[in-house]
């Protein structure tokens, strides 16, 4: 057997993260159980519970998952094009084209209460982590004098993930998230004095 035919071992942990999704997809928040995680996974469900302490955990844990997934995958369209102008159209692009497949607006959108109910917390703790995608990006733009020297990396960086999720999420008069020269315009007229 070849070194490319041995199959990848699954942690018990990814395999509970990749049931969960799947039920999520199926049923949505509300109708998920732990019981429907454990037979998805072909586990007992007191194996689930010594992975995650409730339902609202591992739902956490599966979207964080699905989230830093994604932005692995986006850093290199988002590092292909020049300026943080360009880079931020450049992800809004790319997450609204993918929405169809993002399970967090998914469930956001269809069940609003359950979402905020269950990962509520869970996203609050969620937003260092997907803001630090925005580090490397504002350091380079500080660097080459596009945004002031003196711009908080950490803050700049959450204030552009607040802006995305409001270009991908709300739909608005004075632009079009899905017309990248509507898009552009508006993150030029905004984002860019707003760092610079």
Known sequence: MTAAAVPTRVSTRDRLTEAAERCLRRSGIRR??????????GVSRGLVYQYFPDKSAIIVATLSQIDESFWRNAQARVS???GIAAQVTEAVLLTRSHMPGT????LKAAEPGAFAATVGVG???LMPAMSRFWHVY????RESGEIRPDVDVA???????R?????????????NAD???????FIDEFLVPGLG
């Open 179 to 185: 017309d990248p020269k509507s898009l552009r315009r």
């Open 103 to 106: 399970l967090a607006l998914q």
């Open 123 to 125: 996203i609050r703790e």
């Open 138 to 141: 504002i350091e380079a733009a």
């Open 32 to 41: 998920t159980t732990m019981v429907d995680i454990a037979n998805e996974a």
């Open 155 to 161: 803050h700049a960086s959450e204030w552009i993930m």
């Open 163 to 175: 802006m995305l999720f409001s270009l991908i999420t709300m739909p608005g008069d004075s632009v």
């Open 80 to 82: 292909a094009v020049d």
